[in-house]
C-alpha cells in the first residue's frame, strides 16, 4: 500500500515540480514535507517573503515616486514590521493554496513528517504525532534544500542577532542594521531595509561582492548604495558580535573597528539540509557542506534510483533552475525523454535597485579571447524612464564581433529581473546585433533601452555587409 514510483522528500521547487511532472506521466507519487505547509524554503523563508517584503517595502516608503518628489516623499509615514507582515501572510497562503490544489488536480499525495533512510529503497516517515510509517519509492527524490548556515561565534537570539529565516519575524524595524555577508541574500535584504529608512553597513571578508555578474553593473550598483548612504566594509571580517547591556549589538571587525547596531543579520552562507535524512542507510554521502554530488544530465546521484535536485546539489540555488531541475529528474527516473534546458538561464537578484543577468559577463568573454563589442542605454534615455522619474538604470548587450550575436545581458535598475527575458531569448535563440537594431519597440517602455544598446553597439560594429 506504501509502495510508490517516485517518493519526493522536499516540497520546494525542485519537489514539486517533480512531483507533478511524474503524476502527469501517470505515475504513483508522494511528497513527503516536514514543514507545517507545503512549498519549502520558496515559499515560507526564502524566495516568495523576499520578494513580498521588497515590494511592500517598495509601495509604502514610495520608494519608485522619490525621482519625482524628493527623497523625504513616503506613502506611509511610520512603516511597522506589521505593516510588512501584513501582506507577505496574504500571498503565502495565496501560493499554499495554489499548491495544494496543483497537487489535488494532478493526484500527488503529501504526507507531513521528517523522512530518512532506511535502505535505498525505504523512508521512515516520522509524523508530528509520533507515529512512524514506512513508505517505498521505487525511485526515491531528494528536494530537501538548505538552512541558513549559523557558526558557533554568532550569538542568535532570533530577535537583535538573526537569521534569514528569523528576520521574517522581526517585531519592530530595526533603526540600524548590519548584514554579515554581501551574498544575494545578505545584499537583497541590506537594500530593502535601505529603502525603509534604517541605517545599513554591510561587512563581507571579500574585497569584491557578487562575483558572477559583468563588474561595470557591480560598480553601478555599488555607486548606487554609497549615494544612498550604505556603508560597505568589504574586505574585512566580523571577529565578534556581542549584544550591549542596553540591548543593542556590537560588532567587532578584524580591522579593530567596532560597529554598533540595533539588529544583525548573519546571511554568510547555506548548508544542505541532508544531516537528518540518515544518508549511509542509502549508500550515499553529503560534502562538507551537506551538498549531494549527482550527474548534472540526468541528478542521479551514485545510487542509481536515488536522484537529488534543488539546492541540496549547490549551484545555482534558484528556485527558477531547481524547479527545471526537478522536472528532469522526475522525466529521467520514470524513464521519460528529458531534453537537456537551454545553455543560458537568467539570473535575477531582487536588490534595490534590481539586477538581473544573462548569458556571458564582459571579463568572461575577454578571458574566452572572444573579440566583441559592447551596447549601452541607460534609463534616462528612454521615455519610459522619464515618465517614470528614473535617474538611474543600465542595460549592456555584449556581442561577438565575429557572429554579430548576442553574448550577454547585464541590466542593473527598475524592472531588470522582467527586462532580462528579452535577451534571454535572442541568445538562445542565437540572435545578432540586427535582431535589435531592425525590431520595433513598444514605446515609450524601458524595454526600449534594448533597442538604444543595440544600436549603440550596432554603430561601434558597423553595418553588416552582404555578402556575394
Ligand atoms: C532569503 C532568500 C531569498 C531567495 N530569493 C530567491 C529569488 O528571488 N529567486 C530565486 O530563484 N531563488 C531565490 N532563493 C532561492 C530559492 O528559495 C531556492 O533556490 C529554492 O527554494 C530551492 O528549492 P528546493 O526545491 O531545492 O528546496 P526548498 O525550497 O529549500 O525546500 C526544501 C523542503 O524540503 C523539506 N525537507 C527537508 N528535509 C526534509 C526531510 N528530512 N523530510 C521531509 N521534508 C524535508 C524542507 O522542510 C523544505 O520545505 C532565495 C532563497 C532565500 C533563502
Redesign the pocket.
Known sequence: MNQYDLVV???????RRAAIQAAKLGKKVLV????KRV????V????I???TLRETALNLSGWRERGFYGRAYRVKQEISADDLRRRLLITLDHEVEVLEHQFARNRVQHLR????FIDAQTLQIVKDDGEIIRVSGTSILL????KPFRPDYIPFDGKTVLD?DELLEIEDLPRSLVVIGAG??GI??ATIFSALDTHVTVIDPKTTMLDFIDKEIVEDFIYQLRDRNMKLHLGQKAEKVERTPDGKCSITLDSGRTILCEMVLFAAG?MG?TD??NLPAAGLEADSRGRLSVNPETFQTSVPNIYA????VGFP??????MEQ?RIAARVAVGAIAKEPPKFFPY?I?AVPEISTCGLTEEEVKERGIPYECGIARFRETSRGHIMGLDSGLLKLIFSLKTRRLLGVHIVGEGATELVHIGQAVLNLKGTVEYFVENTFNYPTLAEAYKIAGLDAGNRMGELVAKG
Not at 309 to 312: I, R
Open positions: 522528500v522536499g516540497s520546494g521547487p525542485a519537489g513527503v514535507e516536514q514543514g512549498g519549502g524554503v520558496s515560507h523563508t526564502g524566495t517573503p523576499s520578494k513528517g521528517k523522512a530518512s528536494a530537501v534544500g538548505t534569514s544575494v541574500i537583497e535584504y547555506r539540509a537528518t535524512l535536485a534543488g539546492d541540496v540555488s534558484l528556485a527558477s533552475t531547481s526537478g535575477g531582487y
